[in-house]
């Protein structure tokens, strides 16, 4: 069993910033992949970063540039920083680990409980 918590959603203008954060616990040996979705009212729930045990990244065209995903794995930690924040931004963010390789290759086994973030005009 994994459990993964995440913290630093919130409400900010449109251009800041804002940097998420995973903790997770409990079997973390078999997480491989991580990864942030994020789901807005009536939107699918979509990739926003992936990054493998490795460090190796990926990113959707739409935050390239803009999002950095990183993940300290000593403390078990992910982290996205979002700089240049747009309001098409506003999202409930979640945290999401996977035992594959790539967090792309199948439906991550585990995940956070969401943080929102709110992107004002």
């Known amino acids: 069993q994994v459990q993964l918590v995440e913290s630093g959603g919130g409400l900010v203008q449109a251009g800041g910033s804002l940097r998420l954060s995973c903790a997770a616990s409990g079997r973390i040996f078999s997480i491989n992949s991580m990864g942030w979705y994020r789901q807005a009212p009536g939107n699918q729930r979509e990739l926003v970063a992936g990054i493998t045990r490795g460090g190796t990244t990926n990113y959707a065209d739409s935050v390239k540039g803009r999002f950095t995903i990183s993940r300290d794995n000593p403390k078990n930690t992910l982290y996205l920083q979002m700089n240049g924040l747009k309001p098409e931004d506003t999202a409930v963010y979640y945290c999401?680990?996977?035992?594959?390789?790539?967090?792309?290759?199948?439906?991550?086994?585990?995940w956070g409980q969401g943080t929102q973030v709110t992107v004002s005009s």
């Open positions: 999401a680990a996977s035992t594959y390789p790539n967090i792309v290759q199948v439906t991550p086994r585990y």
